[in-house]
């Protein structure tokens, strides 16, 4: 089958309103050029549209008009490389997500290993930052907790005690694999999130006492890390060196 033809049939077995790249079209480096003639001829008669450069989606016809690509749709090609997960969503679009904050960013932080230029894609800006870690499907909600902890004292509109009751409660949902994780991951995150993860995993009492011990000898004795909590939210703050 040719590179026009292939390309047609999988732009028409793509759902409306989904965004594609070349990567999920199966084109070859050596057939990008047909590849973006075919795509040009496609956006021409409005088989498809293109958002941004080299990311093209299929228009969503409904009563109401045409519809363009979700939010979430419109950064999904930033998070993925064609299945496997590179990036996941931080900062405050995420704390968003994770009901630590009511406000709603107008950009967005997306974080991977490899850092790359500010993109946008229609009206909302994407910023990329760096990961401690290689990002995958099965630890970026891990990661996520602990740029929350990491950043606590940076969320905008954050109440405190609910926030930390918050991520108590999604701490105490993980399995004991992930709770190990989350510790290993931490190792790599500065002492602030080790320190404040080490006093939430203490406060609700988990069993894996060598994750504390680990992360309790992670720490200098004669540091001390802010992090806008007293004893009065968080009642072993003190033994762990926070203020």
């Known amino acids: ?31 990008y050029g047909a590849a973006a003639k075919t795509l040009s001829r496609l956006v021409k008669e409005k088989a498809v549209k293109r958002l941004s450069t080299g990311v093209f989606y299929k228009p969503k016809t409904t009563a109401f008009g045409e519809l363009g690509p979700s939010e979430n749709e419109r950064i999904r090609p930033y998070l993925f490389n064609g299945r496997k997960r590179i990036a996941y969503v931080t900062g405050a679009a995420l704390f968003n997500q994770l009901s630590l904050t009511t406000q709603v960013p107008k950009d967005i932080d ?14 909302i800006k994407i910023r990329f930052v ?38 108590k409660a999604m701490i105490d949902e993980l ?42 000898q992670s720490l200098n004795p004669l540091s001390s890390y ?15 060196f926070i203020e």
């Open 226 to 240: 802010s992090i806008g909590v007293g004893q009065y939210i968080l009642q072993n703050s003190k033994t762990w």
């Open 130 to 167: 760096k990961s401690y870690a290689n990002v995958n499907n099965k630890n970026y909600n891990l990661l996520g907790i602990l740029d929350a902890l990491k950043d606590f004292k940076k969320i905008p509109d954050l109440n405190k005690k609910s926030a930390i009751k918050r991520i």
């Open 1 to 31: 089958m040719k590179v026009a033809a292939r390309i047609k049939f999988k732009v028409n077995s793509i759902q409306p309103g989904r965004i594609f790249k070349y990567s999920d079209l199966g084109v070859s480096r050596n057939e």
């Open 175 to 216: 399995t004991d694999r992930e709770k190990k994780d989350l510790v290993k991951y931490a190792l790599d995150y500065p002492p602030r999130a080790r320190a404040f993860l080490g006093a939430l995993l203490e406060s609700i009492k988990i069993e894996q006492r060598e994750s504390l011990v680990t992360l309790k």
């Open 110 to 123: 997306l974080a991977s290993r490899s850092k790359r230029p500010a993109s946008k894609v229609g009206n």
